[in-house]
């Protein structure tokens, strides 16, 4: 069965410091590959999302994440974090095409920025 | 414009009740999905419909957990005999194309509690 690993289950920064939040998935097919950042006390936000092109790609607030097909990752980037940041953020896996897709989430990563 | 709406926000109930979640898609998205969030876990998807049928019921738990969009808009999520491990936050979410480049917009959605 396809899953999604996040390494980090909750992570501490003070501002301004860089941030890097593993993803692996497993699965040996073509994926579409999504970061989700849920604030406090709001719903699910896509925050960028891969399906080809450049493994590099830019999403809000100055997050981007690096499609790395070799090592199965995708993992989130910030060189330098905010505050407002705090939230919980999700890497979630679509297998591309078909008639499905339904989303495999990770169980999260909680980040806490210290002002 | 209008997001995912759900309602209720929340719904606290007796275990061995009968409860009805709502969502309500963004216009003209053909495609919804419910998830189920339990504490400290990322989303697991419950069922997916393509305009007025379920096109995957594979992540329904039991047969106590069944959903109905008889006129491909609105959904409702339907939970009979609750027990206490059926609390968690219900998600929907929709997309205007299930296969395509598209991600999904999701709801805010409903915080079940089973006493």
């Known amino acids: 069965a396809q899953s999604v690993s996040q390494h980090n289950h909750h992570v501490i920064l003070s501002e301004a410091a860089s941030l890097e939040l593993g993803c692996n998935y497993s699965?040996?097919?073509?994926?579409?590959l999504f970061w989700y950042v849920q604030y406090p006390g709001q719903h699910l936000q896509l925050l960028l999302k891969?399906?080809?092109?450049?493994?590099l790609v830019k999403g809000i607030k100055g997050f981007e994440a690096e499609f790395i097909k070799s090592k199965f990752s995708f993992n989130l980037r910030k060189p330098s974090v905010q505050w407002s940041d705090t939230a919980e953020y999700f890497c979630a896996v679509k297998k591309y095409g078909g008639s499905q897709g339904n989303l495999i989430f990770g169980k999260g990563t909680k980040l806490s920025v210290k002002p | 414009g209008a997001g995912v709406s759900q309602t209720p926000s929340n719904k606290v109930t007796e275990k061995g009740k009968y409860v009805e979640l709502r969502c309500d898609p963004i216009s003209g998205h053909t495609a919804l999905y419910w998830y189920r969030q339990s504490l400290g876990q990322g989303p697991e998807f419950l069922i997916y419909?393509?305009?007025?049928?379920?096109?995957?019921d594979s992540g329904l738990p039991n047969d106590r957990f069944f959903a109905v969009r008889p006129e491909g808009s609105v959904s409702t999520l339907k939970i009979q005999r609750t027990e206490r491990g059926d609390s968690a936050v219900y998600l929907c979410a929709s997309s205007p194309n299930p296969a395509g480049d598209i991600e999904q917009f999701f709801g805010p959605g409903t915080r079940l509690t089973v006493l």
């Open positions: 419909f393509q305009g007025t049928g379920a096109a995957d």
């Open positions: 699965y040996g097919g073509t994926v579409n």
């Open positions: 891969y399906f080809s092109g450049d493994p």
